[in-house]
């Protein structure tokens, strides 16, 4: 069975059977907009989902038959993806810290506004959005692979930068792991958890 991960974007084959979807989900939109992974825990064969709209209030939570998945393209398909010619602080900040993110060996994509536009083509992008971002880090990283993210964290000044951790055990913000607060609230499959060991979490 596909291991499907947060942050993964989907298309289906036909619209998504059963779910009592919002007005503004209408068949023309469906037909264009990947939806995306989210954490949640489901029986097999279901893929938790998130559908976003046009606009940042348009947002619906539900599940899909992982059968009827067509096409699938994760956050780091969309790491090296062309770049829409559209002006815009987070696209600008994507080119800038690519060359970083890259310079430190983990797996890495945009997720968010950014991560769909790319992936669909679509207009979601606003001058003042965020950039998304996931690193998949297996292991707590060394002294200089923790630099080389404090570097990429204080590149960005244009735009908010949101920076998520994957441990491969759920995801975390990068903001507050270098706080050095202690605990992470770390986003699970089963729930969030507030732990100072989010990459030893059984």
């Known amino acids: 069975m596909e291991a499907w991960r947060a942050h993964d974007l989907l298309w289906l084959d036909g619209l998504p059977d059963g779910a009592s979807l919002p007005a503004w989900a209408d068949s023309v939109w469906l037909q264009a907009a990947p939806l995306v992974v989210r954490r949640a825990s489901t029986a097999p064969g279901r893929i938790p989902v998130g559908l976003r709209g046009r606009s940042r209030s348009e947002r619906y939570a539900f599940e899909v038959d992982a059968?009827?998945?067509?096409?699938?393209?994760?956050?780091?398909?969309?790491?090296h993806a062309p770049v829409p010619d559209?002006?815009?602080?987070?696209?600008?900040?994507?080119?800038?810290?690519?060359?970083?993110?890259?310079?430190?060996?983990?797996?890495?994509?945009?997720?968010?506004?950014?991560g769909f536009a790319l992936a669909s083509g679509l207009p979601v992008l606003r001058a003042d959005s965020d950039l998304d971002l996931v690193l998949r880090i297996g292991a707590p990283p060394d002294l200089a692979r923790a630099d080389a993210l404090r570097a990429i964290a204080a590149t960005v000044t244009a735009c908010r930068?949101?920076?998520?951790?994957?441990?491969?055990?759920?995801?975390?913000?990068?903001?507050?792991?270098?706080?050095?607060?202690?605990?992470?609230?770390?986003?699970?499959?089963?729930?969030?958890?507030?732990?100072?060991?989010?990459?030893?979490?059984?």
Not at 171 to 189: H, I, M, P, S
Request: glycine fraction near 12%.
């Open 86 to 114: 559209f002006s815009c602080a987070a696209l600008d900040a994507l080119r800038q810290v690519a060359p970083l993110l890259d310079a430190t060996g983990w797996p890495w994509g945009p997720t968010g506004g950014v």
């Open 161 to 202: 930068l949101d920076m998520q951790i994957d441990t491969g055990r759920g995801g975390f913000a990068y903001a507050e792991w270098a706080a050095g607060r202690g605990r992470v609230l770390l986003k699970t499959d089963h729930g969030p958890v507030l732990t100072a060991t989010p990459w030893e979490l059984a």
């Open 67 to 79: 059968s009827a998945v067509v096409r699938r393209v994760t956050p780091e398909m969309l790491a």
